[in-house]
């Protein structure tokens, strides 16, 4: 019987040394738009923010112009899910939730993370949001092990959401990444325990639920990019970049929330 061939490469320690490098200044980097995200700053305002800091560290953008996506950050705000193109006209307001993306390369090698922030007072009901999501990401990353299947980090993603009374997001899913943005597998936020690839020690994933306080449903704006929840409610993304070891998974993205 053929065996399915997978192309998932695993990185070597030098490897791994760029993208923890490019993992710095992704966290730095959201960080900085963390402390900027007050209440009448405007996304394209994040977005210049974003860019200087990225260069002044001598990394490169890893979105701009991906897929011809034309800003270095995304920041989808309340219902918006991810892919936020930011904009001078759209400003933050108290109580909205912001959801920032990034990605940087470092001589080649890239990191990417993700999380929503509360500008201001957040209601409740967000706040159970952005707490559910982060759960969620951290129970997936948990099963980032070698010997692991792929579909136990989705399906400890999909059961802590949908057991807090929210969804995930089908449309969009995580990924491998290192030599660039997006490399295989596809790292989906639903699935089955014991179904897909085995992983295996040196395997580079970025892990991203996008969890909807109503139902999973989602549609892309006029834009082309900006994905909003099908039913208005409000969304939340976080997502780190991970090493699967033999041991626990090394998260490089550690310490951005
Ligand atoms: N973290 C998201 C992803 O990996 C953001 C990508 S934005 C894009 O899909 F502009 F690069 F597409
Ligand atoms: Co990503």
Not at 70 to 86: D, K, R
Not at 165 to 175: D, I, L, N, T, Y
């Amino acid at each position: 019987m053929m065996l399915k061939e997978t192309r998932i490469e695993t990185k070597s320690g030098r490897e791994l040394a760029l993208m923890r490098e490019a993992c710095a200044v992704v966290v730095e980097t959201l960080k900085a738009l963390a402390r900027a995200a007050a209440p009448g700053i405007s996304t394209a305002e994040l977005d210049r923010i974003a860019a200087s800091e990225i260069r002044r560290r001598g990394a490169k953008p890893a979105f701009l112009g991906y897929r011809g996506y034309p800003a270095t950050l995304c920041a989808s705000i309340n219902e918006e899910v991810i892919h936020g193109v930011p904009r001078e006209d759209r400003r933050l307001k108290d109580g909205d939730i912001l959801s920032l993306d990034l990605g940087a390369s470092v001589d080649g090698y890239f990191g990417d993370a993700a999380m929503t922030l509360a500008v201001g007072e957040a209601r409740a009901e967000a706040r159970k949001l952005m707490r559910t999501a982060k759960e969620a990401l951290e129970k997936g990353v948990a099963c980032a092990r070698a010997g692991n299947r792929l579909g136990d980090i989705s399906a400890a993603i999909q059961l802590h959401a949908e057991g807090c009374g929210c969804s995930v997001v089908r449309e969009f899913v995580g990924h491998g990444i290192g030599r660039a943005l997006h490399e295989d597998p596809a790292v989906p936020n639903f699935g089955k325990p014991g179904a897909g690839v085995r992983l295996r020690a040196g395997m580079t994933l970025a892990i991203e639920p996008m969890v909807n306080a109503g139902g999973p449903g989602v549609r892309v704006l006029e834009d082309g990019w900006t994905a909003v929840t099908a039913d208005g409610s409000l969304s939340a993304h976080f997502e780190h970049t991970v090493v699967v070891t033999d041991g626990d998974p090394l998260v490089l993205t550690e310490g951005l929330f």
